[in-house]
């Protein structure tokens, strides 16, 4: 149990230092939005401009009205706290249909 | 890696989506046989890591940026299959409330960073299992592989699809994407995701008391 505490504080103390992501704002390799093309290429490939793309609710690990550092935080924070509780649903639904 | 919604033709979504969807099926029953109290914590933390360690972006020279993935390191303490269901999960909630990566290439994305990742890294560490930095080669090997499918995908698109000469989807020819994905994935981001993979597997197998799942089959 002591240990699994231990693996919990390395995950929070990277939890801590996640602005650090925040250091470089460089697009990663691939992923750029359509200015990019319009510029290197002259234009946009008709499929990326007419891509649809869903209304992400914390869009690029941001709140709207928050720093970027705030947004990034509780985005890190959801982030993790979905996925666990997801795992956790599924341990539970697990365990709730072997007994049955 | 995350590949973004218009990025690929309809065609290929499609036939990413046709054969990741077996793939996951497969993989959730699989997670179910081993998850439960003693593990739930162990795969929980690992896969809450692995959304963490990719918004550590690091920058690179050519005024581009990447992360590690953190798959590797879930598949050689577990399985690869549930190492493939984690990152997946990880990808949806990243496509779905983060915007990152896109809803129809979602598919592609899992293939290369949660499958091909999460298999190459458990191979890659079964074959060198003996030497020390085993975990470090897992984890570079992992994360390059899945850039090699990731800049495949990307890189048929001009290939096949086009209008009057312009691409339709994504544009860069293959050889451009390869050398700058797989390259970058080879220098710098496989670096990290073989640290990121060694620390993590030197820490957990130092402790004895967690038990985790043994690899043989």
Redesign the interface.
């Known amino acids: 149990?002591?240990?699994?505490k231990?693996?919990?504080y390395?995950?929070l103390s990277?939890?801590l230092f996640?602005p650090?992501?925040?250091?470089?704002d460089?697009?990663?390799?691939?992923?750029w939005d359509s200015g990019y093309?319009q510029k290197i290429?002259g234009?946009v490939?008709?499929?990326?401009?007419?891509?649809?793309?869903?209304n992400?609710?914390?869009?690029?690990?941001s709140i709207k009205g928050l720093s970027d550092i705030a947004g990034?935080y509780i985005?890190?924070v959801?982030?993790?706290t979905?996925?666990?509780g997801?795992?956790?649903i599924?341990?539970k639904v697990?365990?709730n249909e072997k007994s049955h | 890696m995350h590949i973004p919604d218009g990025y690929l033709s309809p065609e290929i979504a499609i036939a990413t989506y046709l054969t990741a969807t077996p793939l996951w099926i497969y993989g959730f029953k699989k997670l179910k046989t081993i998850l439960n109290e003693e593990t739930l914590p162990l795969i929980g933390v690992l896969s809450a890591m692995s959304f963490i360690i990719m918004m550590f972006n690091i920058p690179i020279p050519g005024a581009t940026s990447g992360h590690a993935v953190g798959a590797v390191i879930i598949a050689i303490l577990f399985d690869p299959w549930i190492a493939f269901i984690s990152v997946s999960l990880v990808l949806l909630i990243q496509a779905v409330i983060f915007g990152d990566g896109g809803v129809s290439t979602y598919a592609a994305n899992a293939l290369s960073m949660a499958f091909v990742g999460s298999f190459a890294g458990y191979y890659a560490f079964n074959f060198f299992k003996k030497i020390k930095f085993a975990p470090f080669i897992a984890g570079w090997t992992g994360i390059v592989s899945s850039s090699v499918l990731t800049s495949f995908l990307l890189g048929i698109e001009p290939i096949f699809w086009n209008e009057n000469g312009h691409p339709l989807y994504f544009p860069f020819d293959l050889k451009t994407t390869f050398i700058a994905l797989v390259g970058s994935h080879m220098l710098f981001f496989g670096v990290v995701e073989g640290i990121f993979t060694m620390l993590v597997y030197s820490y957990i197998k130092q402790k004895k008391e967690i038990k985790v799942v043994s690899h043989e089959r």
Not at chain 1, 56 to 61: C, I, N, T
């Open positions: 149990m002591k240990d699994k231990r693996l919990l390395i995950f990277m939890l996640v650090i992501g925040l250091l470089t460089a697009p990663a390799w691939g992923e093309y290429l234009f490939p008709k499929g990326i401009k007419s891509a649809k793309s869903i992400a609710f914390m869009s690029d690990y990034y985005s890190a959801v982030g993790a979905l996925i666990f997801i795992f956790f599924i341990a697990n365990k």
